[in-house]
């Protein structure tokens, strides 16, 4: 695999009459990269991970795992990622927090006892292992980000997309999060205001302003600035 | 009151031993007996007294959930009571109260008698249970798929509307009698918008996720209780249905 995601020269708008929200990007990561994506609220910072998975029409060429996103590979491409949603109780769909986990391997093909199995280190290290049983509905916001997150490691895919992560975490949360992220070998691409997660998580930052790309460095430093 | 999802699992009944799949299968059979049992004769209505007592009593269901229950059937039946002096009457009839409350009091037990077995069904079964339960039943699974998302999204939005009205009572409603009714008026509009974008946000995950149904597996044995209690309500179904068309008893 020579690239984990790449952009050439894309637009996407959510509908074809209204203005482009993101603009002739291009871009690539490679396989195990960790990038931080920049960008004030309304920069194109979620559409560019919508499109990403092809949540969003656009113009130009993208590539997961050297694999062109189109109708007839949007589901293979979407198996090899594993992404989180800006707003995570959006994306726990079932009424346990284990059986939402195990979802994840259960469409692949694994059977639901395995699956349960299979899927309780990652709880263990997000620190929900507790939470098993209990239902979404009753977990806190930061609870249900480390779920959804669950969710998102279960299948250990090689590119992770992640939409403001540690939002919801508390200081120690946020730290063991970057700790976890950083352990891991996937490629990532996380949108996030959170400069400081941001600088412990990834090697290289991408500021996105107006839907284009304004900066793309690898210093922490500059980051912070 | 209590929520829709703090009656789900919220009973500690001797059913909840049973295996998921026949604890559903057993609500519904018993539903269907009371549905089908006819509550002007004396033996069909102390039959419906009877089989859903016992079955609150066998799910354990708590007691602060019956009193709830009891005022949620007298609040959504009592408007039928109060129609009967409107209720236009054969001339047969002689016009007497009895006759002109049948009707009502027929619709009134029925009900309550059904809403009972509802939340006492509910409250043998968590949601994980209910999932796996009914997944594991002979029914196409897209329906399967489509009633646990239907109970699972209900459960999210009592909890957003809970967060609304939580909300509402901290950023205060606006003072005025005209100001007030604008602003409710409002209210469902506010609340629509809320669940459509929302719907609109589960269907990406779901699209996302690949959410479909996937076959699923269960190691857990049938008991004696599951094969015993799934008989005895299917033995009441028979009983409700001789009762009730076949005119015996």
Not at chain 2, 222 to 238: C, E, K, N, Q, T
């Amino acid at each position: 695999m020579k690239s984990a995601l790449t952009y050439c020269n894309v637009s996407a708008s959510y509908r074809t009459e209204d203005p482009a929200v993101i603009k002739g990007i291009s871009l690539d990561i490679a396989p195990g990269e960790r990038v931080a994506l920049l960008g004030l609220n309304g920069s194109g910072k979620t559409t560019l991970l919508y499109s990403a998975v092809g949540l969003v029409p656009f113009d130009g060429v993208i590539s997961v795992c050297d694999i062109p996103l189109s109708r007839a590979t949007e589901r293979q491409i979407r198996d090899n990622i594993g992404f989180l949603f800006g707003i995570p109780d959006d994306q726990i769909l079932f009424p346990s927090v284990i059986d939402d986990i195990a979802f994840t391997l259960e469409r692949r093909g694994i059977a639901r006892d395995e699956a349960r199995q299979k899927v309780l280190p990652v709880m263990e290290m997000l620190g929900i292992e507790k939470l098993a049983s209990h239902s979404p509905h009753c977990l806190s916001h930061g609870q249900m980000q480390r779920v959804a997150l669950a969710g998102a490691l279960a299948a250990n895919p090689p590119l992770l997309l992640l939409d403001e992560p540690s939002a919801a975490l508390d200081p120690v949360g946020k730290e063991e999060l970057a700790g976890l992220l950083a352990s891991l070998n996937a490629a990532m691409l996380i949108a996030t205001h959170d400069i400081e997660f941001a600088r412990v998580t990834c090697k290289r930052f991408i500021v996105l302003a107006n839907g284009v790309i304004t900066e793309d460095f690898a210093d922490p430093d500059r980051a912070a600035r | 009151m209590t929520s829709f999802i703090d009656f789900w699992g919220s009973g500690n009944g001797h059913l909840r031993r049973m295996i998921p799949s026949a604890r559903i299968i057993c609500g519904v059979v018993i539903f269907a007996s009371c549905l089908v049992l006819p509550v002007y004769k004396p033996l069909g209505f102390y039959i419906i007294c009877g089989t859903t007592i016992t079955w609150a009593f066998l799910c354990g269901i708590p007691w602060k959930n019956i009193t709830g229950l009891l005022l949620y059937a007298f609040l959504l039946f009592l408007p039928l009571f109060l129609l009967t002096p409107w209720i236009e009457r054969h001339p047969s009839s002689g016009y007497n109260w009895y006759d002109a409350t049948k009707v009502p009091m027929e619709i009134g037990i029925r009900g309550t008698a059904c809403i009972f077995i509802c939340a006492s069904t509910i409250a043998i079964l968590d949601l994980s249970e209910f999932n796996t339960g009914l997944s594991l039943l002979p029914i196409p699974l897209t329906i399967t798929s489509l009633v646990i998302q239907i109970v699972h999204q209900t459960a999210m939005l009592a909890n957003e509307s809970r967060r609304i009205s939580s909300a509402l009572r901290i950023r205060g409603v606006p003072s005025g009698y005209i100001a007030r009714l604008r602003f409710l008026s409002a209210l469902p509009t506010i609340w629509l918008l809320r669940i459509m974008n929302r719907a609109e946000r589960i269907a990406a995950a779901m699209e996302l996720r690949g959410f479909e149904i996937t076959a699923r597996t269960s190691n857990e044995p049938i008991s004696v209780l599951d094969i015993f209690v799934v008989a005895a309500a299917i033995l009441l179904l028979g009983t409700s249905i001789t009762i009730r068309w076949l005119n015996v008893l």
